[in-house]
């Protein structure tokens, strides 16, 4: 190799563009040739600038094992049928896929064959004769039939809302969702205490345990093979109880005759999952406002976290640590973004809640769930309101304990004692 | 990347210690990935955590099309894309913090023309679009990291991950051997 070639080829050689032979011929005239070398150590030192323009330091890094490893279910492979099934599914898929094709262009081309030569075998009929029955559509193969509507498999005692017959509501758990039109008559609920379990409804009632769709159970309750991540909300919390939402981990045996139903459902359950609330039943039966698991005495322990402004000085947030916050049906305390904010009490105040999402949170507060402590993939909220002034932001959290907002600051509340009932 | 494959299969059976040792092996260099994009070490390490808990339920995804490196480096690339475009933030090049890391070999009056060119060094990051941002960054996680590599990552041709690269080298070239040029006079 000559200095032209060493060269000419360097900027290849530092990037490890080379074939190996070629990298070796210029590594040997690199130890022979001193001008080349000075040449290669001033091109290399330029080349790790440029490297470096985009490089961070990242020497601080502490380890993330332990919350990943915690937020996975480590049962999630090794048993589940499912999972394999799909696994195998994917893996293959290259394998399968041209054949599926070719399949499904055969059946398309036979059935569109068979419309074909029916279509022209009723034109003929009519054709041949056309003073009988010409009350009748000459072709009633494109009729369309409307379907007829199932009967509901919703149980007798599943409250269903008059404006939308497929919205499913209980308010018992506080829980509300929307089923899809599709789904008419091919789902079975079952209720408990500790949450709502959705079933494929087979035409074989045997299959009913292994034909799951989805389910929201009490997270303490929950078995771990219904962890299954569907959709989001993954977890949420209703009247204080925090739910998780899980999909099926197989048992529907896939040969079975409605299989492919079953999957097309499942496939879908994400898109009902994302229509699940949480329902506030502000009256019950009797008119009376119902107790919710936030009435009680609140003291404010510590902040939580901050945003970047706020209107809290230090001796401020010392002040307020310490604090106590009463909610009940008949008065709320006020927190805001000044102290004075909190001497004004909210009489038969609202409470208005929404569930909000971790996504809600990074995109309105600029806040992440973990700087707040949070597990749960959403939180609730509770917006108190008076009739002029006054009220609060709380966000209950599943630990039992609250979180207060003002003056760009989240307060953490524990809660000191219950109200009676008077 | 049979070791790869090994611990992928091994997840896939329910052994939970090899994701273990996935997490082990690539965590640091996909946090430098992520941090280099996201530019804030507390939403980097969030990403990270986002990243692998994605790639243990997805794994039975993954077809060995790829190299499994190249695979997570896809996911982590995403995850931060998703971020940046939610949070609507221009996530631009530290300068200061480049600069540092670009001069840490100088000796201090050559650090001091340098210091010269930073506005100008500035400039010339801005002439580098998204891709080559991408190229620059996956080339310096790891001096080994191959253009197949990066083209895998980024989705795109080998030839094109390599002209721009190629390209981008000579224009640094030509806007250093500029800087001192006007050093000397």
Known sequence: ?422 | MTEDLELVKNVLKGNIESFNSIIRKYESAIYRYVLSMVKDKETAKDIVQEVFITVFYKLYTYSGQYKFSNWLYQIARNKSFDYIKKNKRIVQLDIENAWDVATKELMPEQSLEFKETKEELKNFMKTLDDVDRQILILKGLNENTKFIDIAEVLKISESTVKSKYYRIWKKYKSFIEKQEKRCMI
């Open chain 1, 1 to 422: 190799m000559d200095c032209r070639k060493f060269t000419k080829d360097l900027c290849a050689y530092i990037a490890k563009d080379l074939s190996q032979e070629a990298y070796e011929a210029m590594a040997k005239h690199l130890e022979q040739c001193e001008s080349c070398k000075s040449l290669y150590e001033y091109e290399l030192k330029r080349y790790k600038q440029l490297l470096s323009m985009e490089s961070v330091d990242a020497s601080d890094y502490s380890s993330q094992r332990v919350e990943i490893l915690n937020g996975i279910d480590k049962n999630r492979y090794g048993g589940s049928i499912m999972s394999r099934l799909s696994f195998f599914l994917k893996k293959n898929f290259l394998k399968y896929a041209a054949t599926g094709i070719t399949a499904t262009a055969i059946i398309f081309i036979c059935i569109f064959s068979i419309g074909y030569f029916k279509e022209i075998n009723s034109r003929n009929n009519i054709a041949e004769r056309p003073n009988k029955e010409n009350t009748q559509p000459a072709n009633t193969d494109q009729i369309a039939v409307p379907p007829v509507e199932p009967p509901s498999t919703t149980p007798v005692d599943t409250p269903v809302q008059e404006n939308n017959p497929r919205m499913y509501s209980n308010e018992k758990l506080g829980i509300s969702f929307t089923f899809l039109d599709s789904w008419d008559g091919k789902y079975t609920i079952k209720e408990s205490e500790d949450g709502i379990t959705v079933y494929f409804k087979s035409s074989d009632d045997t299959l009913l345990n292994n034909a799951l769709l989805f389910c929201i159970l009490a997270k303490s309750n929950t078995n771990s093979k219904y962890t299954d991540i569907i959709g989001q909300p993954r977890s949420f919390s209703a009247k204080g109880i925090n739910y998780i939402v899980g999909g099926p981990t197989g048992g529907f045996d896939p040969s079975y005759k409605e299989y492919t139903e079953f999957l097309k459902m499942h496939d879908e359950v994400k898109d009902i999952v994302k229509t699940i609330k949480v329902v506030s039943s502000p009256q019950n039966n009797s008119g009376k406002i119902e107790d919710e698991v936030f009435f009680g005495e609140w003291t404010i322990t510590r902040v939580v976290t901050s945003l970047s402004a706020g209107t809290y000085s230090k001796e401020d947030i010392n002040n307020i640590i310490g604090k106590k916050m009463i909610f009940s049906k008949e008065k709320a305390s006020s927190f805001g973004d000044n102290l004075e904010s909190y001497d004004v009490e909210v009489n038969y105040p609202i409470y208005e809640k929404t569930l909000r999402s971790k996504e809600y949170f990074l995109t309105n507060w600029k806040i992440g769930f973990k700087q707040l402590g949070i597990i749960c993939d959403s939180i609730l909220e509770i917006n108190v309101k008076g009739s002029s002034q006054g009220g609060c932001t709380l966000f209950l959290k599943e630990d039992g304990t609250m979180l207060v907002y003002g003056g760009g600051s989240f307060f953490e509340l524990k809660k000191t004692s219950s109200l009676s009932e008077n």
